[in-house]
Nanobody
Framework: VQLQASGGGLVQPEGSLRLSCVASGFTFLTSVMGWFRQAPGKEREFVSVIGWSGSNIYYTDSVKGRFTISRDNAKNTVYLQMNSLKPDDTAVYFC????????????????????WGQGTLVTVSS
């Protein structure tokens, strides 16, 4: 299993970035995928999750209305479009695969994911 995240960088407040995570080594089509983030000195926290068909989507409250998760099963890729970025969004962002058989609505905790990418750093600063 490999998850390769990219797209991070330095952006000014209210700017946008799109993160990508390319998956390989497993059946992406039937896997639930999530994004987490970890700010300096803080625990890794849930950001968003998307079901295998793209129809079940959840966000943490702090990013609702600003972030959009999506997936392209033909490209084995999950995306996180981040708009109206704030300094508090500064973190390393990780994509992860949910444990098989876990309902999407329960995939908000790290323990329910079994594979992680290496992370991509997002810095929001003027």
């Amino acid at each position: 299993v490999q998850l390769q995240a990219s797209g991070g960088g330095l952006v000014q407040p209210e700017g946008s970035l799109r993160l990508s995570c390319v998956a390989s080594g497993f059946t992406f089509l039937t896997s639930v995928m999530g994004w987490f983030r970890q700010a300096p000195g803080k625990e890794r926290e849930f950001v968003s999750v998307i079901g295998w068909s793209g129809s079940n989507i959840y966000y943490t409250d702090s990013v609702k209305g600003r972030f959009t998760i999506s997936r392209d099963n033909a490209k084995n890729t999950v995306y996180l479009q981040m708009n109206s970025l704030k300094p508090d969004d500064t973190a390393v962002y990780f994509c992860a695969r949910g444990r098989a058989g876990t309902p999407v609505v329960l995939l908000r905790s790290r323990e329910r994911y079994d594979s992680w990418g290496q992370g991509t750093l997002v810095t929001v600063s003027s």
